[in-house]
């Protein structure tokens, strides 16, 4: 037993200084050139301002990103009453809880550099809050447009709200802001979450948390999916598109501020085994166009091979770039910003964007009735 213990305690000690040998190798993002050859084509905008949202297509802003005006809470501008509640794993049949262990991250398979090795994720308990924005001009027993956030609660999506509902910029909705359950990436609830190519995330929300808006803060929520939106930020990004993807009868609206579209789901799948990449790689070239409307960020010195798989799956200029080559190519409607100065979900340059990306991906919305 002692023999197995040491062991054991000689295999931590390695898997920790792997760990931070390659932390301390991880290459600094450079900051991309949006002209790049291969990259798709286009329009630079003045510096300071933002794609008409309008406007289809590919934009390049700034490098300098002061705050829209609707970022700033306003005299006289009603605000919404924001509630939180928070929700225990062991309430959840969808997502009973896992965690990877502190300082540990992983191993590629040596067959397969796409798959990596996660021996450190256990189940795992795990409290997530979930913050509920009601305008006031909601009005009550009507069904409501509302919109699902990732990564909560979002309080930028507050003040944008309170704004541009009272200019009739975007209809009067409700914003759901839910935080994760813990971690990032493969092993962990978040990456189980927002990484996995399925539509187990969408369900957990519909099943799991929309009943239990409706029933504390005695709103309705439209079951029209042109009247339901995601947002997300990195994974919360892809998870935004996935959970579109997998339900399209649920949810219309995506808007993504550096999307992980890139590898890293986990466990693996068969079905998608490039995880998010897949999205550029084959899932939207060789399907028919989805009803789904997308706004698009991504910085130039996001990130790239931010880990130890080294697959060329890792680089999210790259994939956000071949994501706005395949969705115009497959005819959807969407808006793509290359940010200059910018890093990973950068918030200087969502503070600049979020009103018109909001405005944008409802453009065109009726509600029924």
């Known amino acids: 037993m002692v023999r197995i213990n040491a062991l054991r305690a000689c295999i931590v000690f390695a898997t920790l200084l792997i760990a931070v040998l390659l932390l301390a190798q991880r290459p600094t993002p450079p900051a991309r050139d949006p002209h790049t050859a291969g990259f798709v084509e286009a329009k630079e905008l003045p510096d300071g301002a933002n794609a008409p949202s309008d ?216 079905a998608t085994p490039h995880g998010a990449w897949e999205f550029h790689e084959h899932l939207i070239s060789n399907n028919p166009p989805k009803p789904i409307r997308i706004w698009m960020e991504v910085g130039d010195r996001d990130l790239l091979n931010p880990n130890v798989m080294r697959d060329n799956m890792h680089d999210w200029v790259l994939a956000n770039e071949n994501m706005a080559r395949v969705l115009a190519a497959k005819g959807y409607r969407y808006q793509f910003v290359f940010a200059r100065n910018a890093g990973h979900t950068d918030r200087a340059v969502k503070l600049q964007t979020l009103p018109e990306a909001l405005e944008f991906v409802w453009r065109g919305y009726r509600p029924q009735g």
Request: glycine letters at 10%; a negative charge; aromatic letters at 10%.
């Open 55 to 270: 406007a289809e297509g590919n934009f390049i802003i700034g490098p300098t990103h002061d705050p829209a005006p609707e970022m700033t809470a306003r005299p006289g501008v009603p605000e919404g009453d924001v509630y939180e509640f928070a929700m225990e794993s062991a309430e959840s049949k969808l997502y009973p809880g896992i965690a990877r262990d502190a300082r540990t991250f992983g191993t590629p398979d040596p067959d397969d550099p796409a798959k990596l090795i996660v021996s450190t994720s256990h189940p795992a308990p795990y409290t997530r809050r979930v913050a509920v924005y009601v305008p006031k001009q909601y009005t009550p027993g009507t069904a409501a447009p509302f919109i699902v956030g990732a990564d909560g609660p979002d309080t930028l999506l507050f003040t944008a709200l309170n704004n541009l509902i009272a200019e009739r910029k975007v209809p009067p909705m409700i914003a759901i802001s839910i935080s994760n359950g813990g971690g990032d990436a493969q092993g962990s609830q978040r990456g189980l979450e927002y990484d996995t190519m399925s539509g187990r995330y969408a369900e957990f929300v519909e099943t799991e948390v929309l009943p239990r808006v409706e029933k504390q803060y005695h709103v309705k929520l439209t079951k029209d999916p042109d009247g339901r939106a995601t947002m997300g930020g990195s994974s919360g990004g892809s998870c935004a598109l996935i959970m579109a993807w997998y339900h399209p009868e649920w949810y219309h609206r995506v808007l993504t501020y550096s999307g992980t579209y890139v590898n890293q789901q986990w466990p693996p799948n068969p």
